[in-house]
């Protein structure tokens, strides 16, 4: 939604979502602004705990089955296998989205990759429709205040205008768009310590057959799944930059890392939004 700022000061229970790639500061903020009456939405956390935690625990026992000991006490139902996702521990949503390439490496299969690529669209998509039924709860039923929507890094993946219609009509859109210095540091990050991904079918399709040409590889389990994200991962983040830059353009506002880097309290992130605000008012 637009506002004005004295619109957004006036604003009783003002409710933001937080947009931009992962690692650019959108959980912190939200912790913090969750001691100060804010509720933390974290899109991640509903998408594991309710859109893909049959999918997660089925991929889970389906591993422990190729344990013959673990094999025997799952099918007699005498152990039993449950997720621990909690909003600062995702690593089972990630883990299901896995990596593609060669299976001996920690790799998948491209078709399974791609369904497991779709279900996690739709998960996203289902999450994202659920804001506005958790803000009627965060006031209703838990006593917050304020909302606060941590969305996932994929958001601008999506192509879903309808997500973009729910966000814009019951939150501030809040474009974290990263310094060049802070751009560096976030692929040099995630080449480090490459990370399952989320990828649109259009731009892996592309980018997969650009990969396998330079690497001159015939098959898609020849892939070295590491090898794959490092390689992948500088043009996946630009390619989201302008799509990021399109939503906040037509729904939004935007805020560089540099200007939230020294937020640590409310008072200062509420005064930053009506800078922001400001800027576009003029």
Not at 133 to 149: L, M, P, V
Not at 206 to 225: F, G, R, S, T
């Amino acid at each position: 939604m637009k506002l004005s700022v004295e619109e957004f000061r006036k604003w009783d229970a003002k409710c933001i979502t937080l947009l931009g790639m992962s690692g650019v500061g959108k959980t912190r903020l939200a912790n913090m602004l969750m001691k100060n009456n804010w509720f933390h939405f974290s899109g991640d956390y509903r998408i594991g705990t309710r859109y893909l935690d049959e999918p997660i625990l089925d991929n889970i026992k389906q591993q422990a089955m190729q344990v013959p000991f673990l094999r025997e006490l799952l099918r007699t139902d005498s152990i039993y296998i449950c997720n621990n996702i909690t909003v600062h521990n995702l690593h089972p949503v990630s883990s299901f989205l896995g990596k593609i390439g060669n299976p001996q490496q920690g790799g998948m299969p491209l078709k399974e990759f791609m369904r497991r690529q779709e279900l996690h669209r739709r998960a996203e998509i289902a999450a994202m429709l659920d804001v506005p039924e958790f803000i009627r709860k965060a006031r209703e039923i838990y006593g917050y205040r304020h909302f606060i929507n941590d969305a996932g890094g994929s958001l601008c993946e999506l192509d879903d205008p309808e997500v973009l219609r729910v966000l814009s009509e019951h939150t501030l859109i809040l474009y974290i768009k990263a310094t060049e210095k802070d751009e560096q540091e976030l692929i040099r990050r995630a080449q480090e310590d490459p990370k399952p991904l989320y990828y649109r079918q259009a731009f892996l399709d592309e980018q997969l057959a650009i990969y396998m040409m330079e690497k001159d590889l015939p098959y898609v389990a020849l892939i070295d799944p590491d090898d794959f994200v490092r390689w992948i991962f500088p043009k996946l983040f630009y390619s989201r930059i302008p799509r990021y830059e399109a939503i906040a353009d037509r729904y939004g506002y935007t805020v560089t890392t540099e200007e939230l880097v020294d937020v640590d309290t409310e008072a200062a992130f509420l005064e930053l939004v009506e800078r922001v605000v400001a800027r576009q008012e003029h």
